[in-house]
């Protein structure tokens, strides 16, 4: 199975044999791969039920629930590593979402489009809400509720007590930027953070 560069580079980032809650896990392919690649105990939380009989389809252990008002279902320190991957947009509550993901794991990885990316921006001064491979829904029909650039969401984890230990910047292909961490905010097309409470 071949995942998608940014769902590989996540599990690069996850040690063999985590447990792994994968919050917003879509169809599963991360926990799939990781499950059979590396060995690790996972479960995925999802709400979209398509998504949900996909992940089942592939074998993977998915529960249904709300990441907003529910993870208080799962006890404290019961995972390894919990992936919030493109899914911090879509929540009502994200504050409470990290404060709860770094009750259950100590290790949190979250990845995220950039609004603020210079594209985005010229969009915008066009008079367009913006349209990319990270943000491909029109205004209308996107499920992002939320639209942060890699500035402010950073503010928001140092505001709930997380400590960025990694940031590793993507170009629009999903692969890590070759311009690095300078000028993140204006040419990273995503974001992946590693971070710790």
Same mark, same amino acid.
């Given at each position: 199975?071949?995942?998608?560069?940014?769902?590989?580079?996540?599990?690069?980032?996850? *040690?063999?044999?985590?447990?792994?809650?994968? /919050?917003?896990?879509?169809?599963?392919?991360?926990?799939?791969?990781?499950?059979?690649?590396?060995?690790?105990?996972?479960?995925?939380?999802?709400?979209?039920? #398509?998504?949900?009989?996909? +992940?089942? %389809?592939? %074998?993977?252990?998915?529960?249904?629930? #709300?990441?907003?008002?529910? /993870?208080?279902?799962?006890?404290?320190?019961?995972? #390894?590593?919990?992936?919030?991957?493109?899914?911090?947009?879509?929540?009502?509550?994200?504050?409470?979402?990290?404060?709860? $993901?770094?009750?259950?794991?100590?290790?949190?990885?979250?990845?995220? *489009?950039?609004?603020?990316?210079?594209?985005?921006?010229?969009?915008?001064?066009? %008079?367009? $809400?913006? $349209?990319?491979?990270?943000? *491909?829904?029109?205004?209308?029909?996107?499920?992002?509720?939320?639209?942060?650039?890699?500035?402010?969401?950073?503010?928001?984890?140092?505001?709930?007590?997380?400590?960025?230990?990694?940031?590793?910047?993507?170009?629009?292909?999903?692969? *890590?930027?070759?311009?690095?961490?300078?000028? +993140?905010?204006?040419? %990273?097309?995503? +974001?992946?953070?590693? /971070?710790?409470?």
């Amino acid at each position: 199975m071949s995942l998608r560069p940014e769902l590989t580079l996540l599990a690069d980032l996850i *040690p063999e044999s985590a447990r792994v809650l994968d /919050l917003g896990c879509g169809s599963g392919a991360l926990l799939e791969h990781l499950i059979t690649a590396q060995s690790c105990r996972g479960t995925g939380v999802e709400i979209d039920p #398509d998504a949900i009989i996909e +992940a089942i %389809g592939r %074998g993977v252990p998915v529960v249904d629930l #709300d990441l907003d008002t529910e /993870l208080d279902h799962f006890a404290d320190h019961s995972y #390894d590593v919990v992936v919030l991957s493109r899914t911090i947009q879509t929540l009502r509550r994200p504050a409470e979402v990290l404060r709860q $993901m770094a009750r259950i794991g100590d290790q949190l990885i979250v990845s995220v *489009p950039n609004f603020g990316l210079l594209r985005n921006r010229l969009r915008l001064l066009r %008079g367009r $809400m913006p $349209m990319s491979r990270d943000l *491909p829904y029109s205004w209308y029909d996107s499920p992002n509720l939320r639209f942060t650039t890699l500035v402010d969401l950073e503010e928001l984890f140092t505001a709930v007590d997380l400590r960025v230990e990694r940031r590793i910047v993507l170009a629009p292909s999903g692969r *890590p930027a070759r311009s690095g961490q300078a000028l +993140a905010n204006l040419f %990273g097309a995503a +974001a992946v953070y590693v /971070l710790r409470a």
